[in-house]
């Protein structure tokens, strides 16, 4: 993905954890993240926060490609299960848009380092 492509689908706040998009496409979005020494929890591992981030950012473009980028979409919810600690590396998110209605779109996502389920969700987006 180009930097320029990066800029025009990434928010400011994904782009400060670190978040790099991957691949986009109808309703399907991966990103990786780096454990950076700042995403580090007290115990030396990446942050369920980040993670968390991550997840969203993924799915909230999984969303946009789903229903174009002309429309805005929010989380609405969003559950998280949080399976393997991550001590170094890289993790990918793969959301992928489970239903798009007119109003509600349901996202599924797994987060995985090296194949392995790191964490999975599941989020409801509200269309504005």
Known sequence: MTDAAQEVTLSAFSQLLGCRLQRLEAG?????????????????????????????????????????????????????????AVGDGEVQCIARVLHAGRRTLVVDADVLQDDKLVA?????????
């Open 28 to 84: 399907v979005a991966e990103m990786t993240l780096a454990l950076e020494p700042h995403l580090r929890n007290r115990g030396g591992k990446l942050h369920g926060g980040a993670i968390f981030s991550l997840v969203d950012t993924a799915m909230g473009l999984a969303c946009s490609s789903a229903h174009g980028f002309d429309q805005q979409s929010v989380t609405l919810e969003c559950k998280i299960n949080y399976l393997r």
């Open 120 to 128: 999975k969700a599941q989020g409801t987006f509200v269309v504005l």
